[in-house]
């Protein structure tokens, strides 16, 4: 069943049942298992069971569907859609296309075979069908032992693969190496653990398979910056801080106009560096990519509402409509009259 609804800014909602979200409107970014991604609008993502996703600015429109699981993995290629390796997935769609058509009207078995043909037309890493399950086999088994501390070649023995070379294969394909997909694993659990659980550090530690409590806190914050107590304290799972909520309130209000990092700091009463330093902590990007990935979506809204190229290149403050499109082109990769066409030829 499609169900629409108005997230919440910053609440995190636990992923229960292998989920379609498909994002329809709204600006900002959302956050999936710690990793926050912008320019999400049009974009149908698949979470599956033990994620979570969060939104950080308070105007998403949202239609999601659950699926019962003996339908997910009935088929193995289902797997491409939900289980992700370095970053989440995502089909490319159009309110006014075939695709959102399918969603309203076509039983959730056929939304996700339609969805895994998108995906494979996609080929995000460039592999062949045959080759994405042989990385997929490895995903499955990692998600299954990731706390055993199980070595390259034991992972490898487990996938009857023998005419591969499963090594070679996910460090060419992925860009990263099998051991690298596995600590990315047991890194993510181990922030789950100390975000959402009131587990002691040294239970967390054992329970992911590591001996000594102080190795792995050393572990932790060479990878994050942070110890464990200051990544507890700092995701502020319970008490929602509402500082990326602000800082998005005011780039709605100002993107257009203003660009300085010391406007924004004024508004925010933080000196420059630490509203620089608290945007990268708390959104992982620079205040200056964020205004970028505003401006961008407001263009694509404009666009999509016909605005001629010069109207909205003076909106935003360009001095001349070339500028506006070399800045759009540059970002998402298109011209806007052709993202323009392509919505309207739908």
Request: glycine share 4%; charged share 30%; net charge positive.
């Amino acid at each position: 069943m499609l169900i629409q609804f108005t997230p919440e800014i910053n609440k995190v909602y636990f992923i229960n049942q292998y989920t379609l979200f498909l994002i329809t409107s709204g600006t900002g970014g959302i956050q999936v298992d710690f990793k926050n991604y912008y320019n999400c609008i049009d974009k149908a993502i698949y979470l599956e069971k033990g994620q979570y996703i969060k939104f950080l600015s308070g105007d998403f429109l949202i239609q999601k569907i659950e699926f019962p699981d003996e339908i997910v993995f009935k088929n193995k290629e289902f797997r491409v859609l939900f289980k992700h390796l370095i970053s989440i997935g995502y089909i490319d769609f159009d309110p006014s296309n075939d695709f959102q058509k399918i969603v309203n009207q076509t039983e959730i078995g056929h939304i996700i075979d339609i969805s895994v043909r998108q995906w494979y037309c996609q080929n995000p890493f460039h592999a062949n069908k045959e080759e994405y399950q042989v990385i997929f086999d490895a995903k499955d088994i990692i998600d299954e032992k990731y706390s055993g501390n199980i070595t390259n070649k034991e992972l490898t023995a487990m996938i009857d693969r023998k005419e591969y070379d499963v090594l070679s294969l996910i460090k060419n394909k992925i860009g990263i190496s099998l051991k690298t997909l596995m600590s990315g694993k047991k890194l993510l659990e181990s922030k789950k653990e100390i975000a959402f659980t009131d587990k002691s550090i040294k239970e967390i530690a054992y329970d992911l398979g590591y001996k000594d409590p102080a190795y792995f806190a050393r572990v932790f914050k060479d990878n994050e910056g942070k110890n464990p107590i200051e990544f507890r304290e700092g995701f502020d799972y319970k008490n929602r801080d509402l500082f990326s909520q602000d800082i998005m309130e005011l780039l709605q209000k100002y993107h257009t106009k203003e660009r300085t990092l010391e406007f924004y700091a004024s508004k925010m009463n933080l000196s420059p560096k630490a509203l620089s330093r608290k945007v990268k902590d708390k959104m992982q990007v620079s205040l200056g990519q964020l205004i970028r990935y505003k401006m961008i979506d407001t263009s694509k809204s404009l666009l999509s509402q016909n605005n001629s190229i010069k109207d909205i290149s003076q909106e935003l403050g360009f001095e001349e409509p070339n500028h506006f499109s070399i800045f759009f082109k540059h970002y998402t990769g298109e011209t806007p009259s052709h993202f323009k066409n392509k919505k309207y030829k739908n």
